[in-house]
């Protein structure tokens, strides 16, 4: 295939996924900012929470009230990012291990995921496995992969990336096997090679549905990072939440998991914002 049919085809395609013009929004007034409704919700969650522990009369060591937690988790930021007593260290630990993981997981995903939507043999050889491997519970295989990879940042790396393994696995496979016939087609038509025609038609159109795996895979890689400091680890967030525990500080427990929950929200926006940078076409038809 030459370079000026590459060009054209290219072209063609990302006119064609061109996003329509934005028409105007009717003042009706039935329009609410997002974050308006988030902050409302938090306001409505944290003041069901607080007069529920006073009138409930609720023991703090089952449920802390919003002011014990919140100065937990200030007792926990307010302090130097190098000091051992703050978060920054045992999270900065939690997310390299978390981001490694997910690069190696999704990596291996999309990589596994394409060659079973390139070759149905390759798919049958794989898929069974895929399904067996996710339907194991991870819990229970969690302490095997820590004798194996020992009790340093290897395990934590390798749960991070099991888990986050299978939503990209899948969510590539699906994406590249939804590509419109009549394209693979045309580009056949044009003499195209099997990775032009998956470099010009499949990987875009299936680049909607990658994004979605990664959306679920980035918050798996840091559950799994948590699951694998539960088990073993010297530094992490989920070592904070075990020392937490043992001295009964239900406290810091819950600020470590706001913490946690801080950055699930972080991440997924992330990704969002970056789908919607790389995938300009996504978001067509959405109101």
């Known amino acids: ?3 000026a049919q590459t060009t054209i085809i290219a072209d063609s395609v990302a006119i064609e996924r ?3 013009k934005p028409k105007a929004k009717a003042k009706d007034g039935t329009g609410v900012n997002g974050t308006a ?8 969650l944290f003041g069901g929470w607080a007069l529920a522990v006073k009138y409930l009369e609720v023991p703090s060591y089952i449920l802390p009230t919003p002011l014990a937690v919140w100065k937990a988790l200030w007792s926990g930021i307010a302090v130097s990012p190098s000091s051992p007593l703050g978060y920054y260290l045992p999270l900065w630990g939690t997310l390299k291990n978390a981001a490694i993981g997910l690069a190696i997981g999704s990596g291996l995903g999309l990589t596994l995921g394409s060659l079973m939507a390139e ?3 390759i798919e049958k050889l794989i898929m069974p496995y895929a399904f067996a491997l996710q339907s194991l519970p991870k819990v229970a295989i969690a302490p095997l992969i820590v004798i194996w990879f020992g009790f ?6 390798a749960i991070s990336a099991l888990l986050a393994f299978f939503p990209m696995l899948i969510n590539s496979f699906t994406g590249l096997r939804a590509v419109e016939p009549e394209r693979v087609d045309l580009m056949r038509s044009l003499s195209a090679t099997r990775f032009e025609t998956y470099r010009i038609v499949k990987l875009p159109n299936a680049a909607p549905y990658i994004f979605a795996g990664l959306d679920m895979a980035v918050v798996y890689a840091l559950l799994g990072t948590i699951v694998a400091e539960f088990l073993g680890a010297q530094q992490g967030m989920g070592v904070v939440i075990t020392q937490a525990q043992a001295v009964t500080d239900v406290a810091g427990v819950f600020a470590a998991l706001v913490i ?7 991440l997924h926006g992330i990704v969002r914002g970056l789908e919607k940078r790389i995938v300009h076409w996504g978001d067509r038809g959405r109101k």
């Open 260 to 266: 946690l929950g801080a950055m699930g929200i972080l």
């Open 37 to 44: 409704i988030t902050l409302i919700g938090l306001v409505v």
């Open 1 to 3: 295939m030459s370079q």
């Open 152 to 157: 340093g940042d290897g395990s934590k790396i």
């Open 119 to 121: 070759s149905r043999l």
């Open 18 to 20: 061109a996003p329509p």
